[in-house]
Each structure stands twice: as structure tokens, then as C-alpha cells.
């Protein structure tokens, strides 16, 4: 969808045209599912995330202000609810954790628990991967997420932070650094890459 | 003395899948004694395999996001709306063929006996406007009804069911050209119980249907050829007014049907709510 169709179906939608609004959910819903999907893991959380997230944007469109692209927006908001979710779920485990700048933060994760279809171990990975994420401090976490869990474009991201491409690559350079260090707490992480040799890197889309 | 920090952006670099080959035969040189670099790309590269793939969102998504949309649509108080369809003339001429489906009434001029009306009524003008079709309007449409006014309003004279371009003295009130369509919603109207009649002007817009008969009216006038007044800001532009019909997507349709003419340049539609 090139950005001219979104604003207009957008101002459609906010006209009343309920069909304008569908179109922009069918264009936007995979990609608000699926971070929902990969911060909650759990894909009814994901699927309540997800409609709250797009009844919330219908209910706030006449307050959209196309200074970013819609989808931008969208994002935004499934990310926070997300957020919002994992603090509120029960069995919340609380953390201590030091950033970059060697500051102590308390910090409240989900204890969430694992599906019984898949594998143990696989699982236990993938919890790993959320709590580690969740770890990071706000302005890394955001930009991993973008980056590494919704797979966007450095372009992109530059455009929905309102930020430069440089900027982007040096945040994310040092926010791969800082999760390292996370991740090097979970025995998960710890085992040696199959791949010892560096080859082109691991393409992003 | 080559420092981690340094190989921190080519390890990006390398995730990002950007190292040139220079670059990458570098960093193995460099992470094939380090290991701290080693732990960090093995540690990272596994985060990257754990991420899963994308998952197709389920059909419940869209379909309880729409019933959301439309519980939310028929809980929103019933607000006045006129949905306004704005067309320029390609030509000068003002005849125009009507589409099967379109009403369309003269609009945006005064004629001379309601000025003095108009003197009278400070809060809002009154138009008689008038199809020019001819003689038969059909049994609902009596002329009565036409000249029918509302309590508030200075009276209407004696409607006339033609209206021949001769007899027209060719004054155009313009003054609905200092009023912004939608701007103001007509802060002269009071929203009442019973919907406006014909003849009333709402927030600098002609009023120029029959009110609760829109559908009729427009089997009644389709298919007849109008004479139309401008009413817009520019001489080539027309406005048509549906009462009721708050429908986006039948403007729309309508719009593109009206483009289709080779009279009409462009047709956009607009709200006004009052």
C-alpha cells in the first residue's frame, strides 16, 4: 500500500467508511499480530492484543495526525499493549538488571508459562528470547523488537522513530551488544554456533 | 590495539548481512582470537534462530475487529448528517442528464419575493427552489408539500412548478459564498425532532431535497434533464445535498458514476453535520 492509498483510506475510515477500515486492517493485521505474537508467545493474548490494538485506533482516528504512516501507528500501539499485557499478566517475576550505563533497574517480567504442544526445550528457548528481550531498557528493546522480531527496515524505522538512518544503525549496534550480554546469562544461549566462520551475515528482508 | 567496541558495528554489520568481503575476512581474524566476540555472535546468532517465523493472523482477527467497528458505529448518538456531492462542470452549460439513482435539485439562488423575507428572519435565508421538470411531479409530490416551511422560518411565498430560465431575474444570492462548507454547522439551526424541510439553509448550505423522501425522489427525477444553478464558491461548481444519506460508500459510487459524464470534470463528496 503506497503511503498516498493509506492517508486516504485513512480519512475515509475516520468519514465513517467502515470498508475503508477493513482494508486497513487486512493490510496492517499480520504485522501487529505478530509482534503481539512474539512478545505475549501466546497467540490468544496475541489475538486479543491485536483487536484492541485496531479498535483503539478506530475509536482515536480522527485524531491521527499523519505526521507518520499509519501502520507506524499501529505498530506503536500493539507494542505498548503488548507491554502492558506482560506487566499485567500473574506470576510476574521481578529483576534487577544493570544497563549500559552500569544503572541498576528494577524491572517486572512475565512468568509465562509453556505451551504443552511444543517441545520442552524449544520452548524454554523461546521464553528465554522474550525475557531477554524484555530485559533490555525501553529505547534498546524498542528497537530490537522493530528490527529483529518484525524484521523492518532501517528506513522504516528511521521513519517511524522520526530519527536518522545512521542513528538507527549505531542504536542498534549497541543495543545487539547489550543483549548479548543478556543472553549470555541463560545457559540456552551459551552453546557454541554450529557456523564457526562468519559468511555474508544473516539477511534481513 | 583493536578494541571490542570497534568490532561491535562490524558484528552488526554482519547480522544486517552488509559486511563487504574485506570486512568479513577482518572480523574472522579477529573473533578466531577473541572471546568475547565469539560468545556474543554465537549467543546472538542462536537469539536469531529462536525468533520465530512470521504466523498468519487468525480469520477471528479481522471479523472481531469488525463487529468491534460496528457496535462501536451503532452506539454513536445519531448525529445530523448531510452528505454533500460537489461537482465541477466541464462546460458551461448548465443542462444536465441525471443518472437513475441521483436527485438533483436547483439550488443556490433567491428569488426575488424571499429577500424581503429574508430581512425579517435574522437567523437564517429561505430558497424556494424548484425542479424544472416538467409539469408532473407524481402523486406524492404535491406542490404543497414543496412549499411546505417550518414553524421557526419566515414564511415561503407561492411555490411555482416550473421554473423557466426567463423568468429567473438572474440575482444570484452569494452570500453562502462567505460561509466554508462544514465549517460551521449551522449554529442558525436547531436540530428538531422533525427532519428540515426543503427551503431551509444549513450552515451556508441550500437546502435542496424533500426531506424523508429521498429514495422517491430520486426514482421520481431520474432520467429528466435539470436545469442547475451553481451553488458552489466557483461558477462551474454544484452542490447536491442527500439528507440522511451518511453512506461513504454510495457518495463515493455516485461521485465516480457523475465522473463518468462527460459534463462533469470531477464529483468529490463531503459531510456536513448539523
Same mark, same amino acid.
Given at each position: ?13 475516520? %468519514? ?11 493490510? %496492517? ?114 528497537? /530490537? ?17 522520526? /530519527? ?7 542504536? /542498534? ?8 550480554? /543478556? ?23 | 590495539?583493536?578494541? $571490542? ?16 568481503? +574485506? ?13 568475547? $566476540? ?97 409539469? +408532473? ?5 404535491? +406542490?404543497?408539500?414543496?412549499?411546505? !416551511?417550518?414553524?421557526?422560518? !419566515? ?58 423522501? $429521498? ?39 455516485? $461521485? ?10 470531477? !464529483? ?7
Amino acid at each position: 500500500m503506497t503511503p498516498d492509498e493509506e492517508i486516504r483510506l485513512v480519512k475515509a475510515a475516520a %468519514n465513517g467508511s467502515e470498508s475503508a477500515f477493513e482494508a486497513l486492517v487486512t493490510e %496492517n493485521q499480520k504485522l501487529v499480530y505478530n509482534v503481539a505474537l512474539k512478545l505475549t508467545g501466546d497467540p490468544e493474548d496475541a489475538l486479543d492484543v491485536s483487536q484492541e490494538t485496531f479498535l483503539k485506533a478506530y475509536r482515536n482516528l480522527s485524531s491521527f495526525r499523519f505526521e507518520s504512516r499509519f501502520s507506524a501507528w499501529l505498530y506503536r500501539l500493539a507494542y505498548n499493549a503488548s507491554m502492558d499485557l506482560l506487566k499485567k499478566k500473574r506470576g510476574t517475576v521481578s529483576l534487577t538488571a544493570e544497563d549500559e550505563e552500569g544503572e541498576e533497574r528494577e524491572l517486572t517480567i512475565a512468568d509465562t508459562a509453556p505451551t504443552p504442544e511444543e517441545s520442552l526445550e524449544r520452548e524454554e528457548t523461546r521464553r528465554a528470547v522474550r525475557e531477554a528481550v524484555a530485559r533490555l531498557p525501553e529505547d534498546k528493546r524498542e528497537i /530490537i523488537v522493530m528490527r529483529e522480531f518484525s524484521g523492518m527496515s532501517y528506513s522504516d524505522i528511521a521513519d517511524a522513530l522520526g /530519527i536518522e538512518e545512521g542513528t538507527v544503525k549505531s542504536r /542498534i549496534s549497541r543495543a545487539r551488544a547489550a543483549l548479548a550480554e /543478556i543472553l549470555s546469562e541463560y545457559g540456552t544461549f551459551a552453546r557454541p554456533s554450529s557456523s564457526k566462520e562468519t559468511k555474508g551475515g544473516k539477511k534481513h528482508a | 590495539m583493536p578494541n $571490542c567496541e570497534d568490532f561491535r558495528e562490524l558484528i552488526s554489520k554482519y547480522f544486517d548481512g552488509e559486511l563487504s568481503a +574485506d570486512e568479513t575476512a577482518e572480523l574472522n581474524e579477529h573473533i578466531a582470537g577473541c572471546e568475547d $566476540c565469539s560468545r556474543f555472535m554465537s549467543a546472538y546468532s542462536l537469539f536469531l534462530d529462536s525468533v520465530p517465523e512470521d504466523a498468519e493472523p487468525p480469520a477471528e482477527l479481522l471479523s472481531g475487529v469488525m463487529s468491534g467497528v460496528r457496535a462501536i458505529n451503532a452506539k454513536k448518538k445519531k448525529r445530523r448528517r448531510a452528505l454533500i456531492i460537489r461537482w465541477t462542470a466541464a462546460a458551461a452549460s448548465f443542462a444536465l442528464v441525471i443518472f437513475a439513482g441521483l436527485s438533483l435539485f436547483r439550488g443556490g439562488y433567491k428569488s426575488a419575493d424571499t429577500k424581503s423575507a429574508e430581512a425579517e428572519s435574522a437567523t437564517s435565508s429561505n430558497h424556494y427552489l424548484a425542479p424544472t421538470a416538467p409539469d +408532473d411531479y407524481g402523486a406524492d409530490f404535491s +406542490d404543497a408539500d414543496l412549499a411546505e !416551511a417550518p414553524m421557526d422560518m !419566515a414564511p415561503v411565498p407561492e411555490p411555482e412548478p416550473a421554473f423557466p430560465a426567463d423568468s429567473f431575474d438572474g440575482a444570484i444570492d452569494d452570500t453562502y459564498k462567505n460561509e466554508t462548507m462544514g465549517a460551521d454547522p449551522g449554529e442558525a439551526y436547531e436540530p428538531e425532532a422533525e427532519p428540515v424541510t426543503e427551503g431551509e439553509t444549513v450552515g451556508g448550505l441550500h437546502v435542496t431535497y424533500v426531506d424523508g423522501m $429521498c429514495a422517491e425522489a430520486t426514482e421520481l427525477f431520474a432520467d429528466r434533464e435539470w436545469e442547475i444553478e451553481p451553488s458552489g464558491d466557483e461558477a462551474n461548481e454544484f452542490w447536491v445535498l442527500f439528507h440522511y444519506l451518511i453512506d461513504w460508500e454510495k457518495a463515493l459510487a455516485i $461521485c465516480e458514476e457523475l465522473e463518468e459524464s462527460p459534463a462533469i470534470e470531477s !464529483a468529490e463528496p463531503m459531510i456536513a453535520e448539523y
